[in-house]
Nanobody, 112 residues
């Protein structure tokens, strides 16, 4: 039984940086990937970045390429999202997910 808890959200000015963390408990090795999603007010949830747990390949949505970096620790207990050059349109609730089926509760990011 995997549980995910996000942290690290907050308010930041445009151009600034934040680092989101996702603590994973349980057997995350059963999932072939971990990912970050976000949901802006009035919009649908959208995928941001994916990292494969079997090798570490990463994939990014075009609108975050070059600005965001997804990573995980070797023990697969933590998932991270380094967000640089933040824009106002990056505002939203950010979620981590295991295999697109287990979700955290989300953490708010506000860019002004």
């Amino acid at each position: 039984h995997v549980q995910l808890v996000e942290s690290g959200g907050g308010s930041v000015q445009a151009g600034g940086s934040l680092r989101l963390s996702c603590a994973a408990s349980g057997y995350t090795y059963s999932f072939n990937c971990m990912s970050w999603f976000r949901q802006a007010p009035g919009k649908e949830r959208e995928g941001i970045a994916v990292i494969r747990t079997d090798g570490g390949s990463t994939y990014y949505a075009d609108f975050v390429k070059g600005r965001f970096t997804i990573s995980q620790d070797n023990a697969k207990n933590w998932l991270y999202l380094q967000m640089d050059s933040l824009r106002t349109e990056d505002t939203g609730v950010y979620y981590c997910a295991a295999g697109f089926s287990v979700w955290g509760q989300g953490t708010q990011v506000t860019v002004s």
